[in-house]
């Protein structure tokens, strides 16, 4: 089955400053690429996505990567915020009907203002 | 856009017991639908696949007579999880798909 690997697990930044995470997915059917922020307590919501025709995807200051052959996903935020601190989930499926996702173990951003 | 919802938000129960929580999709019919279990601190973990009409799937390690799930129509499942101990204390959060997955509120489940 599918396994997605994340990291890092902890990730301290500047305000201002960008933060990167990454993750690796083993499953080559795997076509759909979600990234979830979870504040405590509450659901994950989906901030971006990818699906795997395309390479690149931006959304303001959020932008995703996909390189297919070596399968692995990046999030990038830029001029990281207070309010962006949370914990941030990549996760992978194929396609999104009834296909499971499977998600990465998480990666606790501090934005420090 | 598409909205599920989940009830209990939170119980708490006596070791020994069941309880059951509902995952509805309120405007979009779901024929599956996917529970999920998170320890504090820790990633969302697959439990199992509900299928309407049919039995569910579990993942491995899930244990299906414990953790009984019933897609009784194609707006709701439900979870059930039996003879529950403290060890089951978690938050259950259950998705149903669309053009993305779409999460239920999750419910806190705390097991005395």
């Known amino acids: 089955g599918e396994n997605v690997e994340q990291h890092p697990s902890t990730l301290s930044v500047q305000e201002g400053d960008s933060a990167v995470i990454k993750c690796t997915y083993s499953?080559?059917?795997?076509?759909?690429f979600p990234w979830y922020k979870q504040e405590l307590g509450k659901r994950p919501q989906l901030i971006i996505d990818?699906?795997?025709?395309?390479g690149e995807k931006k959304d303001q200051r959020i932008a995703v990567t996909l390189n297919k052959t070596a399968k692995h996903f990046s999030l990038h935020i830029t001029e990281t915020q207070p309010e962006d601190s949370a914990v941030y989930f990549c996760a992978a499926s194929i396609g999104t009907g009834g296909f499971k996702t499977i998600f990465g173990a998480g990666t606790r951003l501090f934005v420090k203002a | 856009g598409a909205v599920v919802s989940q009830h209990p938000s939170w119980v708490i129960c006596k070791s020994g017991t069941s309880v059951k929580i509902e995952c509805r999709s309120l405007d979009f019919q779901a024929t599956t639908m996917f529970w999920y279990r998170q320890f504090p601190k820790q990633s969302l973990m697959l439990m199992a696949t509900?299928?309407?009409?049919?039995?569910?799937?579990?993942e491995q390690g899930v244990e299906k007579d414990k953790f009984l799930i019933n897609h009784a129509s194609l707006t709701l499942s439900t979870l059930t999880v039996t003879s529950a101990h403290p060890e089951d204390s978690s938050f259950y959060i259950c998705s149903a798909p669309g053009e993305t997955q779409y999460f239920g509120p999750g419910t806190r489940l705390l097991v005395l």
């Open positions: 509900s299928n309407e009409g049919s039995k569910a799937t579990y």
């Open positions: 990818i699906r795997s025709n395309v």
């Open positions: 499953d080559s059917a795997s076509n759909y």
